[in-house]
């Protein structure tokens, strides 16, 4: 079993629909990470948390550290929200290693 | 700009040969990472440097070797003993502040590398 799961694999929205991306995780960690990963290959944090709750512009990130759980939510998608997001759990230790998740392949259609 | 660069971009070998990954930042970070993506898998840690002159070996070290001369260098050699080389290759980097609550990877565009 996957230190780092996500679900679902992969999601198809119409634009203007609320998303929601979960990860679970069962290692003990000093971050949670979620990042978003185009096309083209490139990485991009979106969020870095421990605690709470984290919003920037439509992308709103969750983690509840009692359960081991996160969640990623975007509010009225668009099109270019089209992406993998990848959660990744930091390992406690203090070399930041991380552990990936597969991935949410995500599809916004017009 | 600040950032991190991977190049090339695209990579074509033969097997058999070795080949050297470039990885380069300007951030002034002094931890960086080797990952290693493959298709509907996470990534997977191959090597990683938390300061100059010292490397640790990740989840996948085995075929690759790595060196950390200079804090913006840290470049990957993939060598004719990884039985599968053809993956996409992910450079990172991070500032280690002491507070890992604080601290965020970034990372480069990466480099797809095909074995032919």
């Known amino acids: 079993k996957n230190e780092v799961e996500q679900s679902p694999q992969n999601l198809t929205a119409q634009e203007g629909e609320f998303i929601t991306i979960n990860c679970s995780y069962s290692?003990?960690?000093?971050?949670l990470h979620w990042l978003q990963q185009h096309p083209g290959g490139g990485i991009v944090s979106l969020f870095m948390?421990?605690?709470g709750k984290k919003k920037h512009g439509r992308l709103i990130a969750t983690i509840n550290i009692q359960e081991k759980h996160s969640s990623l939510h975007i509010t009225a998608s668009h099109p270019r929200d089209s992406a993998v997001y990848i959660c990744?759990?930091?390992?406690?230790?203090?070399?930041?290693?991380?552990?990936f998740g597969k991935g949410t392949k995500l599809t916004v259609n017009p | 700009d600040g950032g991190i660069t991977q190049s090339p971009k695209y990579l074509f070998r033969k097997e058999g040969q070795n080949v050297t990954l470039s990885c380069e930042q300007n951030?002034?970070?002094?931890?960086m990472y080797w990952y290693r993506q493959d298709p509907g898998q996470g990534l997977r840690l191959i090597y990683y440097?938390?300061?100059?002159?010292?490397?640790q070996k990740g989840d996948i070290a085995e075929g690759y070797s790595v060196s950390r001369e200079k804090k913006e260098s840290f470049p990957l050699t993939v060598t004719s003993a990884q039985k599968n080389p053809t993956a996409f290759y992910l450079c990172?980097?991070?500032?280690?502040?002491?507070?890992?609550?604080?601290?965020?990877?970034?990372f480069g565009p990466g480099t797809r590398l095909t074995v032919l």
């Open positions: 990744a759990a930091g390992a406690q230790g203090g070399s930041e290693k991380l552990v």
């Open positions: 290692v003990g960690i000093s971050a």
């Open positions: 948390l421990s605690s």
């Open positions: 951030l002034n970070h002094d931890a």
């Open positions: 440097s938390q300061i100059v002159n010292d490397f």
């Open positions: 990172a980097s991070m500032m280690t502040s002491g507070i890992p609550s604080y601290n965020e990877q970034f």
